[in-house]
């Protein structure tokens, strides 16, 4: 079975090289073969730089791909190579220099065949060659084995190590843990474990066969300690809250009966699922995929961009509304990028710890944008507050409808957020005042006498202009949308007639009343809307989308 291509950017860039002439094919198997070898897993890299290393040449428009990560890349390439180079039916005998096959290679450097394997995914280069016998197999050039060898010294001398156990070996390892288990020094099994590791320089995992298989012959020594396993969910869970509430990492290895490792690793992994869990949103621009974002958006303290302010002052202005919500969307821009180069298996804790940092300062913007506008609210909600009705419950649902206008604004079509927010508080007690006029037992509320009253904010809109634009707005939509398409506006967006407000209706139960699909709604709404753009105001377009 053919193996697919996982990068549906990387799939289409292959498909394309199928249709490549013989020679030119030859060219870009070379020069993918060098890529492989220059990769790191843990980088990312633009499908532009991977076009023009493989081809030579540079896309002609602009993808909108994303940046590729480079395990996915590294996974994707290999593929590609070992098919391609099948295709090419490349004899050995050609080649200028040696070519080893997996098992050569193993025998040289005296690993196995499966340690061959993990070192393509590291960034060794081999491809299909036919041997001497006429039979298609994985090879890899000399002066490609050589690169991987003078990157990684490291790992394969630990790998040339890990040879076959003999008998001998075998006891020394049970010996060591007779010795430690008499003592009852070690708690775990992994601890003891890695102390025999330390001992006889042999890896983890050859170290717990040989104790198992030793266990089952009924070893003399005192029982070894048992094996915790996999921490279950609901445990990793209660580790992770003991640690939040100030549990030490010393209380929570005797707590839980865990490795000081194995605290960490359970800690990033409950981190990891709280982040991948949160939704985070943001109004894109196409600034931040510039590399140097930090410097320019990010670098300004938050002090400079809007100083600290005192009751009475006025409200930000618009260079100051522009900078902290740029500041504020790229901030969760690259949260959001961070978030999706989380493994979940292991996640690396620097990594979470960036991500939570820019959340964290993502809030503390949000903070400060939410509070610098709290007079705003203040100053609409008194100009609605109707006989019998509390002031505190009508700032409470401004202050709500304040945070979602923070969430929504797109600070890029450069418009005040103080406009935008004065129509988002005001269409919302639109919506909220006729109900509240049949609800006598919610009067009453707290006293906010004290509060600044002294906002200049020329016309700020009130629930009689709000309902003034609801009837422009049917008019509008009269005019220039036929009779489907009105009946689809008017009921989605809940604009119809009435002193109490309708609730909006969904795509699918348009649909079923007018005999038509979800998806088939979804277009007639896309058209209206596209030409209701043309003949609304931005105030207009943001109280029917809004």
């Known amino acids: 079975m053919k193996i697919r291509i996982s990068h549906p ?13 013989m020679g030119q094919k030859k060219k870009q198997l070379a020069a993918a073969e060098q890529l492989l070898m220059i990769l790191n897993a843990e980088r990312e890299y633009p499908y532009d ?3 023009y290393r493989i081809t030579g040449y540079r896309p002609r428009i602009e993808t909108q791909q994303s940046l590729i990560p480079g395990k996915e890349l590294l996974s994707d390439l290999r593929i590609w190579i070992s098919q391609i180079s099948e295709e090419l039916q490349i004899n050995v005998a050609e080649q200028t220099e040696p070519v080893f096959s997996v098992e050569q290679l193993a025998w040289r450097f005296n690993v196995s065949a499966k340690t061959i394997r993990r070192w393509q ?35 394969v001398r630990q790998s040339g190590r890990f040879s076959l156990l003999d008998e001998l070996q075998k006891k020394q390892i049970t010996a ?7 003592a009852r020094t070690y708690r775990t099994q992994n601890e003891l474990v ?8 042999r890896a983890r995992q050859t170290v717990r066969s040989v104790l198992t298989e030793w266990q089952k012959k009924g070893g003399s020594a005192p029982a070894l300690p048992s094996s915790r396993g996999r921490i279950g969910a609901r445990e990793a869970a209660q580790l992770y809250k003991l640690n939040q509430q100030g549990g030490s990492i010393g209380e929570l290895m005797q707590r839980f009966g865990r490795s000081r490792s194995s605290i960490y690793r359970i800690m990033n992994q409950q981190r990891a699922k709280e982040l991948l869990g949160r939704r985070i949103e943001y109004i894109d621009s196409e600034e931040f995929l510039k590399e140097d974002i930090r410097q320019r958006i990010l670098l300004t303290p938050l002090e400079e961009i809007a100083p600290g302010r005192d009751a009475d002052t006025v409200l930000l202005s618009r260079r100051q509304e522009m900078e902290l919500f740029r500041r504020y969307n790229c901030l969760k821009f690259l949260a959001h990028r961070e978030c999706g180069q989380i493994e979940r298996g292991r996640p690396r804790s620097d990594r979470l710890h960036r991500i939570e940092m820019l959340l964290a300062e993502a809030d503390t913007v949000k903070k400060y944008i939410i509070e610098a506008n709290m007079p705003l609210v203040v100053s609409i909600a008194g100009k609605h507050l109707a006989p019998g009705q509390g002031m505190s419950e009508l700032v409470s649902e401004g202050s709500v409808a304040l945070m979602a206008a923070v969430e929504k604004f797109d600070y890029n079509r450069g418009y005040r957020f103080s406009t935008y927010a004065s129509w988002a508080i005001a269409k919302d ?3 909220l005042i006729p109900a509240e006029f049949q609800r006598p037992d919610r009067a009453g509320g707290a006293d906010f006498t004290n509060l600044p009253a002294n906002i200049r904010i020329e016309q700020l809109p009130d629930v009689a202009a709000v309902e003034q634009a609801r009837r422009d707005l049917r008019k509008i939509i009269e005019n220039n949308l036929d009779a489907r398409e009105q009946y689809v506006i008017l009921n989605h967006y809940a604009l119809g007639t009435g002193v109490i407000p309708q609730k909006p209706k969904t795509l699918k139960q348009i649909g079923d009343e007018l005999d038509l699909s979800k998806e088939r709604v979804r277009q007639i709404e896309l058209q209206a809307l596209q030409k209701l753009r043309q003949s609304l ?7 029917l989308t809004g």
């Open 429 to 431: 007690f639109a919506r």
């Open 121 to 155: 995914k590291r960034g060794l280069a081999g491809k299909m060659y036919v041997f001497e016998d006429g039979r298609k197999r994985l090879g890899f050039l000399e002066s490609a084995v050589n690169t991987f060898v003078g990157s990684h010294a490291e790992q």
């Open 9 to 21: 950017a990387l799939r289409e860039l292959f498909d394309q090289l199928r249709f490549a002439p």
């Open 537 to 543: 105001s931005p105030e207009q377009f943001d109280l």
């Open 194 to 201: 890695l102390e025999i590791v330390r001992r006889v320089g």
């Open 49 to 51: 730089f991977i076009v």
């Open 176 to 182: 060591a843990a007779q010795e430690l288990t008499a």
